[in-house]
């Protein structure tokens, strides 16, 4: 970032949990914001808001109208399909392109060893746009895959398009989580209703909301391209999580039992979900570590 000067930054989508965080960091530095969304919220107060369905590409383009910006930060691109449009709209529109990715481009890649980014290179994942992608149970279930696909069209050969995919780790914490998950656990806790795991149950890594917004506001401001995983160090299991619950539910019980092969549950994984942050880390990063904030998640 340049000091001094105001940036124009774009933010696509993303207008609750860590998205709200994140918009409300570029103000306070003194960026430009600029939402879009389909109209569904409000951007927050000082930003400016353009309605258009990110599908749409003549409506996008319509929406954008001459506009250019120094960062876009895209918070809701799920399909190899929406990525491509966004290529096509935003090349030579943008110094910047932030996407927000997952940990689940790693659904495949099974390693008792936390995942670097090699793991899954962008440049060698095949990408069908073909697949239903606009149907929701499909998207669904394909979550990790439409994702991995649509940092495979940004870092695709073409016209110079400097983009990075944020691959986020399993996010916690704040008053506003709307995912349910740790009150899954506290729920069974507090009745004493079994908790169901996988027969081999692994850990995971994990961010606090508050992180992940910091994170993405960093990235924004920096010049590396290609993904990066974000997580707080260390990892947890679903037991330290429940540990950590029930110390605030003193009559309540944790209860496990074995899963049928198949069935899931939050934060339980049949596989490996541990990332490698050390990429972030030697760009300049400083992350937290995960058994530090956890207390207070709970709590």
Request: aromatic letters at 10%.
């Amino acid at each position: 970032m340049v000091m001094g000067k105001a940036r124009e930054v774009l933010v696509i989508g993303g207008n609750r949990y860590f998205g709200k965080r994140l918009m409300a960091r570029l103000p306070a530095a003194g960026d430009r914001v600029t939402v879009l969304n389909r109209g569904s919220s409000a951007p927050p107060a000082g930003a400016a808001h353009l309605i258009a369905d990110r599908d749409d590409e003549d409506a996008l383009r319509t929406a954008l109208g001459p506009r250019t910006f120094d960062v876009v930060v895209d918070q809701v691109c799920y399909t190899p399909r929406q990525a491509a449009i966004a290529r096509r709209v935003f090349t030579g529109r943008t110094g910047r392109y932030v996407m927000t990715s997952t940990v689940e481009v790693y659904e495949y890649e099974d390693s008792a060893d936390l995942v670097g980014e090699a793991a899954v290179d962008p440049l060698a994942v095949p990408v069908d746009l073909e697949l239903p992608w606009d149907d929701p149970e499909f998207l669904d279930t394909h979550y990790g895959e439409g994702k991995r696909q649509a940092e495979a069209v940004f870092a695709a050969p073409g016209p110079e398009f400097p983009y990075t995919a944020v691959r986020v780790a399993h996010v916690l914490g704040g008053a506003d989580d709307f995912t349910g998950r740790l009150q899954h656990y506290a729920d069974r806790i507090r009745t004493g209703e079994p908790i169901a795991v996988p027969a081999v149950n692994h850990p995971a890594t994990y961010i606090h909301v508050d992180e992940i917004a910091d994170f993405l506001f960093w990235t924004a401001g920096q010049d590396f391209t290609g993904p990066v995983n974000a997580a707080s160090h260390g990892l947890l299991s679903t037991e330290e999580l429940c540990e950590a619950i029930a110390v605030h539910i003193p009559a309540g019980r944790v209860v496990f039992r074995t899963a049928p092969e198949g069935e899931t549950f939050p934060f339980s994984f049949a596989r490996s979900y541990g990332m490698d942050n050390s990429r972030a880390t030697q760009l300049g990063y400083t992350f937290t570590r995960a058994r530090e904030w956890l207390p207070e998640v709970v709590r």
